[in-house]
Structures are given as structure tokens and as C-alpha cells.
């Protein structure tokens, strides 16, 4: 039974590679880049390191807006999954769905972004930037914490306790989670977008084309 777990699991995992290899144009930038991405993501995601501080809703939310909603959404599906079996945190169980799903809404919102944003330099991109993760990183922490909740009505709270149960151990995690990604996307995203543009190619790049 384990085996075919683990089996089905690396199959699963081996799909989104697939698809992104069938959606993104062949150029060895791009690959190499996507390799990169997903190995440093996975490889902080499962670093110890201090509750609720991550990069990898940046990374999903750069690479959504870099690639397209889909890519978006599976690079962070399978980081999310692959952080559900191994974080140092331990198993995530019940909650897994509820990060999969939440991570995936981050990169979803990194594709559309795309379609708004023109002006990568300005102050007002900056703060618009800051103020959209935080906005993603509190969709994402309601999310989880409904998982949270869930898992205690599984075991027979009231639905009414136990969100309100989740919600009250949630809320100090979840303000480290969303102040820390106020920084990291208010400062990190525009110039770390504008670096990969001259990576992949200036002007001609796939990153320029309309989604």
C-alpha cells in the first residue's frame, strides 16, 4: 500500500513538470530558470526557518505572472504538495488540500497581474505589489486556517468553536505571515522581475509577450 503510494505520488509529482515543459516556450533560459525556481523553492520551503516566513508565495506569484494562471497555479500545487509530506513542520494531513488550494490561488492572481501591470518602476508598482501580497497572504491564511477548523470538527468541536478556535490560534502566525510578505513582495518582486528580463532576454523575452 505504501509503495503504490509512493508511486502514485511521484507520478503525480512528475506531471506538472510536463505541462510546463508543453506550455512555455523551448529555450534554455527559460527551462533552466523554471529548474532553478522550483529547486530553491522547494529547498527554503523545507528549511527550518521561523513560523510563517516564506518566499514561496513569491516565487508562485512571480512565476504565475512570468508564465501564465496555469504554470502559476501547479508550481504551486506541487511545492505545496511536496511541503505537505516533508515540511520541517511535519505532515500536513487534512490540511494539505487547503495549502495546495491556497498556494494555487497565489499563483492564479501572479497571471492576472500580469495583464494589469506596465510600469515596473514606479513607486505606486511598489506599494501596489506590497499591498497585493498581503492581501493573498490573509486569502491564504482563511484558507488554511478553515483546514485548521476542519480537522477540529473531525474530532467533534462545534463548527462555530472551532473556526473561532482556528482562527484565535491562527491570528499571531498569520500577522508574521502577512508583514513578512508585505516586505518581501513590496521589495523584492519589481527588481527581481526586471533581473529576469534581462535573463530570459530584454525585450524579446517570452516574459514581454501577452498572456
Known sequence: MYYDLCIESLIWMDYPSKLMQQHLVKNPHTITFISILTALCLAVQLSPRPPN???????TF????????????????FVMFVNGFFSPWGFA???????????????LAGGLYKKYLRDYSSAKSFIE??????????????????????SYMIVGMPPDLAVI??????????????????????????????????YLGGEKSWLNKEQ
Do not use: C, R
Open 165 to 198: 478556535t482556528a482562527l484565535a490560534y491562527g491570528t499571531p502566525f498569520s500577522l508574521i505571515h502577512v508583514f513578512s510578505n508585505i516586505f518581501v513582495f513590496g521589495l523584492v518582486f519589481i527588481p527581481l522581475i526586471n533581473a529576469i528580463k534581462l
Open 129 to 150: 505589489v506590497a499591498v497585493l501580497g498581503a492581501f493573498l497572504t490573509v486569502l491564504y491564511d482563511l484558507v488554511t486556517n478553515f483546514g485548521v477548523a476542519l
Open 53 to 59: 516566513v516564506e518566499f514561496t508565495s513569491l516565487f
Open 62 to 77: 512571480i512565476l504565475g505572472f512570468m508564465s501564465g494562471s496555469l504554470i502559476g497555479v501547479l508550481f504551486g500545487s
Open 93 to 107: 494531513g487534512l490540511n494539505m488540500p487547503f495549502q495546495i488550494a491556497g498556494m494555487a490561488v497565489v499563483g
